[in-house]
């Protein structure tokens, strides 16, 4: 079989590269909420979809397709030569749960007007922690995951909390005692630590090169702070119930230019971690 056939019998439609030898190889799932890791060639630039993608000296560049992302996405990568690549990448649709969360302490479904102040100033800090991208490519290794224990919510859930509907879950909840630590699932260097945020309780974001952001919530304890690198394992603080949480769990996001991502795809299944842990 040809590598073309192949890519096409993978949903991914090769339009002709000026060059056949051109390197273009994507790795992850083209799915909503899916992570991709792209190599192409030293040089090259990439875009999807319109948007100019961060490809590092190497070639390599990462990318992915928000909870609510269409049917198709458009890949086109420029090489140094001129040649291109181009791919229409089908994304598969998902389906999505529902899940009512019972027991909200009242002022995190409706938050009272006295703490419109500190929102704002939680939204403040995310924002311009979100306009940062760093480099490097941590986002390339193999995650694992930053907690263990019962899963305890999954991506793209509907959300009901107390019975009022909220924004899908954005990310995956493991059940874990407070105190237990949270190490770094990659390589990545902090973008924001904060003890002080309203609905996230005590939140770290972990940029794993490109922008490619681990965000960590309700945490009891946060050891790291914001410019610091961190190598994968690294601890970054402990699990709590801080914020908006019923009980102590930690709250795994993963965020990329406004997309949200499915971090639990991107770890091998809990189990297995529960096991290489020696059962805890
Ligand atoms: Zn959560």
Known sequence: MTARLAA???????????????????????????????????GA???????????????LFAFGFDRDQGATAKLTVTYADGGTAERLIEVAPRDWQIQRVEGVPQQYVSPPPEAMAQIARSTALKNAAREKRMAGSGFAEDFIWPATGPISGVFGSQRYYNGEPRRPHYGVDVAAPTGTPIVAPAAGIVTLASQEMYFEGGLVFLDHGQGVTSVMMHMSRIDVTAGQQVAQGDVLGAVGG???????????????????????????????????????
Request: glycine residues 14%.
């Open 45 to 59: 630039r990439a875009v999807l979809d319109g948007m100019a993608l961060d490809v590092d000296e190497a070639g």
């Open 8 to 42: 096409l019998l993978l949903g991914l439609v090769l339009a002709a590269p000026a060059f056949a030898d051109a390197p273009l190889d994507l790795k992850g799932r083209m799915e909503q909420g899916g992570f991709v890791v792209g190599q192409a060639a030293p």
């Open 242 to 280: 801080t914020g908006r949480a019923t009980g102590p769990h930690l709250h795994w996001g993963l965020y990329w230019r406004g997309a949200w991502l499915d971090p639990q795809r991107l770890v091998p299944p809990m189990e297995e971690a529960i096991a290489a842990n020696g059962g805890n």
